[in-house]
């Protein structure tokens, strides 16, 4: 019993609204998954984190008594196992010390790691990949590198940053301060601005009236499309994945997402044998709209 106890893993992803935790299985099954809302700040996060894991045990029976991996949005030191900057949660200021925090809690060791990241690790569970470029379209637009098995991260935390490179000098001034970064057309707040949608989700209020020959909606997807296209092609030529993973929320829109980013990318290659040598178009997935891709990343990380 003990072994089996012990080749379980935990994954907690901390969303700004949600906590959703899971269990896998020593062959990578989900066994049991829960999810609460999330309270801000320091100790709401805690709170929110312990019914979680209280709620997995019960659902599995199990003490489960492993490290417990967890993926938070933010800039996370994994070394100290702190975070900062995770604004949507409530955590401004100084390093909180969240795996500690969580480790007393719990009564468990804790790795705590950048959601995307993690996010990164899950994806390449689910194709049994080793090298892969993640590219989470949320709220707002970042990467994560996993290269030849490992996980880039950068001397600061950087990599995969790709949301923040500046593409258009006429552009709107981003939330980091420089001018036209990519993430001012292709995250889920861009949408949001290009397509008020009032309570409808945005991407999918936009995708719908596209569709359905609007001309506007036509032209405001293509403009979000041609700029995801830009980020993989940046992406691409500076680590050269094997395969490109769309996920986010953004990603929830499914296979249409992936045809109309792919339709970019081959837009953009139609002048160049250089870049459709490449076959950009011919790399992309979408991470399947139900599967816990974060969760189960940061249950890899507790392995
Ligand atoms: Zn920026």
Not at 95 to 116: F, H
Not at 160 to 175: A, L, R, S
Not at 213 to 234: L, M, N, Y
Request: some cysteine; glycine content about 12%.
């Amino acid at each position: 019993m003990e072994a089996v106890t012990a080749a379980l893993s935990v994954g907690l992803d901390i969303g700004a609204t949600k906590t959703l935790g899971l269990v896998l299985d020593p062959d990578g099954a989900i066994l049991a998954e829960v999810r609460e809302p999330t309270e801000p700040g320091a100790e709401g996060i805690v709170r929110s984190a312990a019914r979680v894991f209280e709620a997995l045990r019960v659902a599995t029976g199990q003490p489960l008594e492993g490290t417990v991996g967890v993926g938070i949005p933010g800039l996370v030191e994994v070394e100290r196992g702190a975070v900062k900057h995770a604004v949507n949660l409530g955590v401004n200021g100084d390093w909180l010390p969240l795996r500690d925090l969580l480790a007393e809690r719990l009564g468990v060791p804790v790795v705590l790691e950048n959601d995307v990241n993690a996010a990164t690790l899950g994806a390449a569970a689910l194709d049994d990949a080793t090298d892969l470029v993640y590219v989470s379209i949320g709220t707002g637009l970042a990467a994560g590198l996993m290269l030849d098995g490992r996980l880039r991260r950068g001397e600061h935390g950087a990599a995969g940053e790709i949301g923040h490179v500046p593409v258009d000098p006429q552009g709107v001034v981003c939330q980091c301060g420089q001018r036209g970064c990519l993430e001012t057309i292709a995250s889920g707040s861009a949408l949001a601005a290009a397509w008020p949608s009032g309570g409808v989700p945005p991407a999918q209020a936009l995708f719908a009236a596209a569709r359905s020959g609007d001309p506007a909606a036509i032209a405001a997807r293509d403009r979000f499309s041609a700029g995801v296209a830009s980020a993989i092609r940046v992406l691409s030529l500076a680590v050269d994945p094997a395969s490109i993973v769309l996920g986010g929320g953004v990603a929830q829109l499914g296979d249409p997402l992936r045809m109309s980013v792919a339709q970019a990318l081959l837009a953009q290659a139609s002048s160049s044998p250089f870049l459709a040598s490449l076959d950009l178009a011919g790399r992309l997935r979408v991470i399947p709209s139900d599967y816990p891709v974060a969760a189960v990343g940061a249950a890899y990380l507790g392995r």
